[in-house]
């Protein structure tokens, strides 16, 4: 999972299989709070699975700040090519 096109994908399945989310709601400009109806436990959960998936800790800061399911995978592509 290096390149942006891989974390979006991986990141569409998490969305679709443990939020129960259409996968064609799912797209990089996608707000996770608005469009795909987030709240913040479900942005918790989302952390702990993108940390057992890349073996990163993601600081809860930096998370914070993400909007958007593009948001989420420069973080992850960040994390990942440390």
């Known amino acids: ?30 707000s996770l709070y608005e469009d795909l109806d987030l709240d913040s436990i ?12 890349t073996g990163k800790k993601i600081e809860p800061s930096v998370f914070k700040e993400v909007r958007t399911v593009q948001d989420i995978i420069v973080e992850i592509e960040r994390l990942v090519n440390e």
Do not use: G, Y
């Open 1 to 30: 999972m290096k390149t942006q096109e891989e974390i979006f994908t991986t990141l569409q399945n998490i969305l679709e299989e443990n939020f129960e989310i259409e996968k064609s709601d799912i797209t990089p400009e996608a």
């Open 42 to 53: 479900d942005a918790v959960d989302l952390v702990v699975k993108l940390r057992e998936i």
